[in-house]
């Protein structure tokens, strides 16, 4: 079919019809283009650090709470999230020595553009003898009718929003929310730590940490309330399903 037409001033112009078929053509060309882009890929796995610092926004009752982080990934996984000002672990970790008014300003100085990550939730502690399918470690002297401060229940499920890509965590542990020392099985855990079985596991991600997973464990020290200390060491790889691509 004559796709042209010659005007009274012998210019050749397509014909309207014949534009409108070209169109499909072209934008099949340009997607088949697209979907030939390489990708650079991950490592495949190995272990990663993560290190982050996390405000989180409390309910009235300090029982939930949405959370924003900013993040500095190292090892097999080099990223970050948030704007972390931190230049070495001795700078990350500093607002931890410090107490009361002054390591709170210091937290707060870690994250030069802090990102939502997601929520929290923390459960008050049970009572002594309470489950019958697990020991409970509550305060020495503490019973079922009188005071009990044994450690809270944390679960939280997060977001770190890298520059590569986003990675998915779970965290499950118990925190120390009360104002002294717990004893759990011959350790201490200090007022606003982690207990000593903090787990985290990473559950997947996208762009280059499509199909990321992980297992590890992780401390948090909440003594700077709303900003908290958040350490994870985490063994990755990647599932069949997902590659992890680097644009």
Request: charged share 10%; glycine share 12%.
């Amino acid at each position: 079919m004559d796709i042209t037409r010659i005007t009274k001033n012998g210019k050749i112009m397509l014909a309207a019809g014949s534009v409108a078929a070209l169109v499909p053509l072209t934008l099949f060309s340009i997607g088949t283009a697209s979907a030939t882009v390489k990708h650079q890929q991950e490592q495949p796995d190995g272990t990663i650090t993560i290190q982050s610092w996390v405000y989180a926004a409390f309910s009235e009752n300090y029982l939930s709470a949405t959370a924003w982080q900013c993040s500095k990934i190292s090892g097999a996984i080099n990223d970050q999230s948030g704007g972390p000002t931190w230049q070495n672990d001795a700078e990350y970790a500093a607002p931890t020595g410090m107490t009361g008014a002054a390591s709170v300003a210091a937290a707060y100085k870690e994250c030069a553009d802090k990102v939502p990550s997601g929520g929290v939730v923390l459960v008050p502690p049970p009572e002594p003898g309470q489950y019958s399918f697990g020991q409970y470690g509550a305060t020495a002297g503490a019973t079922s009718s009188g005071p009990f401060t044994g450690l809270s229940t944390f679960y939280s499920q997060q977001t770190i929003a890298g520059q590569k890509g986003t990675i998915f965590l779970t965290i499950a542990s118990t925190y120390n929310i009360t104002v002294n020392a717990i004893d759990v099985n011959g350790v201490e855990v200090p007022p606003g730590r982690t207990g000593p079985d903090a787990t985290i596991v990473i559950t997947g991600g996208t762009g280059a940490y499509a199909g990321l997973q992980g297992s590890g464990t992780w401390q948090g020290d909440a003594a700077m309330l709303p900003w908290c200390y958040r350490l994870a060491t985490v063994k990755v790889w990647y599932n069949q399903q997902g590659q992890g691509n680097n644009n």
